[in-house]
Structure formats: C-alpha cells, structure tokens
C-alpha cells in the first residue's frame, strides 16, 4: 500500500481522546472537526517544558531520493511511547507548493505519519492562509500609502523590499509590475512574490511568544526609506494591530495524532534553505509541556535546519536538546559516492563508503555545539546487510551510537532500537548545548563562522550590491540580529552540483535581506529562489477526487 492508502486503513480517534492522552482537559481544545483541534497558549507551562527532554531530528544533505527525517521522527516519538516514555512529535505543517510540485506532503510515511493526512496536507487549519492573508494586507497598505495624498509617509517606491506571498509554486510571479491601468491603479513599481514558507511573516509567527511578542515583531518589519532617507517600519504604517488580528488564531499550535494514537503538534511551516525552517517555539514548548521526550525535526540537512533551530530559535527561546539525531539512508549515502541517480538500489558499498565523508561532516558540526549525535539509519527494501555493516563500522570507529529504523514498514516497532540509543544518550548526560556564536558579533563574522565552521568553506566573498546592504543594515543598527542563510539545500556549498563534503570552496554572497520583525539578517548565496516553479510533470496531475468525496493521489 501507499502512504494514502495505509492512512486511510486507520480509525482514527476522536481529538477529544487524543487531547486526554496528551494531558489536556478536552474543554481547553479548540476543535476543528473530530480529528484537529487547536490548543491555547495559555496551558503551556515554561518551568514543566525546561523538565522535558528535547530531541533535534535532522539529515545528512538531502538527494533527490529522499532522506525522510519526518517518518523518522514520527517514527521515533512512537517507538518513544512503545517503551514506555511519555513522548510527542512537533512537525512544520505542509506547504502547498511542495504537496502540488514535486516533493509531496509532508505528514511521513508508511506506518509512520501524523493523520489526518489529507487536511494536513491541504488546508489544515487554515495557518497558511491567515499567514499569507496577513502578509498581503502590509503590502496592499504600503501601496496605499504610496497613492494617499492626505497619509503619506513619503515612502520611496525603489527602496519597498516586502513583496506579496502565495502558497504555491509559481515561477510567473517572481518578478512583477504592479499599480499599472493609470492613475487610480496605483503607483506602477517594480516587485513580486515569494512562496508563503518564506514571508517573514512566518518566520515571525515560529519566533513569537505570545500574542504582544506578535504584535511586536509585526510592527518591526522593515519596508524601505522616505525619499529623505528615514528607515520605514510596519509601525508607521499602523498596520501591527490589522495584521496581529488575522493570527490571532494562527498563533495557537495544531493538535493531531500518529497512526497508532499518540499525540502531534503540528505547527508552523518555513522552509530550511531560505528561511528558519523549524515549527513554532510555542508548539515546541508546548509538546515539553506537556511530555517527557518532545521529538522535532528541522528542515534539509544539518547545515540549515539544525544550524538555525540550534543558532536562532534555541538562544531565542533557550531551549537546550539533549541529542541530534542524524537521520541518513544508503541510497543518499552511495549517491554522495558518486552512483547514479538510477542504480541507488543496486548494492555497492563503495560508492557508499565514498559518501561517509558526507556524514562525517555533519556529524562534525552537531559535536561543535556540544550536543550527542546518534545516527539513524533509515531502511529501505534494497539496503543489504553488507551496507548496513559499512555504516555500524563506520559509527563503531567513531565511537557513535546507531540504530537501524524500520519505521516506514514498522512503525514504533521498527523504532524500537533507536529509541532505546537516544534515551542511552540522553542519559548519559554528555550533552551541554552551546551556540556556535554570539549574537553580538560582527555581521561578517557571524556569517565566516557559519560557512567556514558548518559548511566547510574556505573564505567568503561578497557582491558589491551585499556589501552597499551590509552598510545599510549596521546603520539601521542591526548588526546585533543571528544569521538565516539561504543557500542551496543540495550541497554543503552554495554549488548543488559539488556533492559528499567538498573542500576549498568559496562561499559568495550576492546579497542581504533584513528581516527584523522576525529578529534576523538573511544573506543569500548562489542562485536561491524564494519563489519555487513546479517541475515538467508536477504532483498534482495526480491528485483527484472521487465522486464520494475521496482524495486520490496524495503522498
């Protein structure tokens, strides 16, 4: 069976039930329909989440044949539960852009997924929309303001960076002109739109505390200069309050449960290569609220999801994780050896040993923050026993603990294993987090010690439109704000095409955005895009409905 076709195999429990199971009086929950409902910030308890043990899932750098850190943590948090340990999944919630292109959903697979599947997967709760509804609202303000003759800030429509956002990939509206059709159309400039996963009101509602650290953030964006010169905030634009009222349900985390009842969070969806790409600090204290082991993930490999939920939104929120779990698979490994693409299940262990550097490099970097790694070693049906033995030998030599997960065909059985050496290391009390730099430092520096320490580089250099912006965000006295890079997921360079661990490469820089309601600076490397586009053949001619209502074609 597919992953659509296990999931809909469940009874699924009513959230009511679930709610319970998680430690929470049914009357708290707010429900949307029988099976999602959302929890109110207020049951989150700080003193009780600092008891809880934190668990960071994260990957070796992904392949076009998929790593699966999300079945592994769900995976995990249910072999968790099997041996006894009060213990819930946080996840990102899906993005449509990637469920209509070519990754699919985003709930795991196999015996290992959050359901209900299909309304994760598509509308959900309706965060997305809010997000994306809240966003265009500053934009469509800011054009306002342009036109008005009576509330005019004197914005300088060249120096506007907030683009409009859609929860799609949609090459098209990368570069846009808007306010044409005359006079009373608007003021004609040049803009376009980012995917919703990548608004910095997003990357606000992950970071944000409360309803007033919301707001707060809100108003701190940053939109452009006057014609004088002066720094323009959402502030100026009395926008915060309009913008704050649209999240004001959005803000709270989103309760569901895993294919063998146990509860999930589900929160929040920025990508890792060009945003955060963590769910929300709420959702995360919540699920330590609330159990013994909260397991979450961060998005792409190591060296972007895990270096910016360890850099930003751990000293954001001082959360401290217990273990890194680093989740690889055979396949990518003989793919960051060299093998084809087309012979990934054809058994060669020297192409697999010729991508252990790969996973060398990554665990490298989670011990540069003082935390425990245990490797997981995500089975698949064409993975032999002469593979799986190059892998333990290789963590043997190392003195690194590994588990073999069967979590897509087992579920929490298949788990077991590796639930059993992240509470090993857990208890072994070797981890003491520490941040890889100071959030004080210099700008320049922030972003040497990423490249150099995380991914390997040998300099950084800069553009000169990178070095005008650098000028502009020290003067606007933001040089104090931790770094978010954009850079390919594909590779530890900012190359995709230079696979394994690469060495001696430079790292450039061709310019710096500044999201400051959201706290941080954005540099760019190489050729990211913050608007996807959808392949030739793109997952949703795949997708239908039946006549009785029934989804087809979701993975």
Request: charged fraction near 20%.
């Amino acid at each position: 069976m597919n992953d659509l076709q296990i999931a809909k195999k469940v009874t699924l429990n009513h959230i009511s039930k679930i709610a319970e199971r998680f430690g929470v009086d049914s009357d708290h929950i707010e429900m949307y329909g029988k099976y999602k409902a959302k929890l109110p910030l207020h049951i989150i308890d700080r003193k009780k989440s600092d008891n809880s043990n934190l668990i960071l899932v994260s990957a070796i750098s992904p392949t076009p044949a998929g790593e699966g850190k999300t079945t592994i943590s769900i995976g995990l948090s249910e072999g968790l539960n099997r041996l006894g340990k009060k213990s819930t999944v946080v996840l990102r919630e899906p993005s449509l852009g990637p469920v209509f292109g070519i990754k699919g959903g985003a709930t795991g697979g196999g015996f290992s997924q959050v359901l209900p599947m299909e309304d994760i997967n598509l509308h959900f709760t309706g965060d997305f929309a809010a997000i994306e509804k809240a966003h265009n609202l500053l934009a469509a303000i800011i054009d306002n303001n342009i036109q008005s003759k009576t509330n005019t800030l004197s914005l300088d429509p060249r120096t506007i960076s907030w683009k409009r956002v859609v929860d799609l990939n949609d090459r098209a509206l990368r570069h846009v002109v808007v306010g044409l059709g005359g006079t009373s159309s608007g003021v004609p400039r040049e803009s376009g739109f980012d995917i919703t996963a990548a608004s910095e009101i997003m990357a606000i509602l992950c970071l944000a505390k409360g309803l007033s650290d919301l707001k707060n953030r809100l108003g701190g964006i940053f939109i452009g200069y006057t014609f004088d010169k002066e720094p323009i905030y959402a502030r100026d634009l009395k926008a915060q309050g309009a913008m704050t009222a649209l999240l004001k349900d959005a803000i709270k985390p989103n309760l569901v449960q895993t294919i063998e009842g146990n509860p999930a969070i589900i929160h929040g969806g920025p990508f890792a290569n060009i945003a955060q790409g963590t769910n929300t600090i709420l959702a995360t204290l919540m699920g330590m609220t609330h159990s013994d082991y909260t397991v979450t993930e961060a998005g792409f490999g190591c060296d972007l999801g895990a270096e910016k939920f360890l850099n930003i939104k751990c000293q954001s929120a001082g959360l401290k994780p217990k273990v890194v779990v680093l989740t690889s698979t055979i396949r990518a490994l003989k793919y960051h050896g060299g093998a084809d693409l087309n012979a990934l299940t054809v058994p060669n262990t020297d192409a697999l040993t010729k991508g252990l550097p790969n996973l060398e490099k990554h665990l490298e970097n989670i011990s540069k923050f003082n935390l425990v790694p245990v490797i997981a070693i995500n089975k698949f049906d064409s993975d032999t026993e002469d593979e799986i033995a190059v892998i333990k030998n290789f963590a043997a030599s190392k003195g690194i603990r590994v588990a073999l997960a069967e979590v897509w065909a087992k579920g929490g059985e298949g788990a077991k294993e590796l639930a059993n050496e992240v509470i090993n290391a857990i208890e072994s009390n070797q981890s003491n987090f520490k941040a890889l730099y100071s959030w004080e430092s210099d700008i320049t520096d922030k972003i040497e010690t990423i490249s150099t320490e995380i991914y390997g580089a040998k300099k950084v250099e800069y553009t000169m439109k990178a070095k005008y912006q650098l000028k502009k965000i020290i003067k606007l006295g933001l040089n104090h704000l931790p770094i978010c890079m954009a850079k390919t997921q594909k590779s530890l360079s900012d190359n995709p095409k230079l696979l394994g661990s690469p060495k001696h490469f430079t790292i450039t820089i061709r310019e710096i955005e500044i999201a400051a309601g959201a706290g941080f600076i954005i540099p760019i490397s190489g050729n990211i895009m913050r608007m996807p586009g959808l392949p030739a053949h793109p997952a949703s001619e795949g997708i239908d409905v039946t006549e009785e209502g029934e989804i087809t074609g979701l993975f």
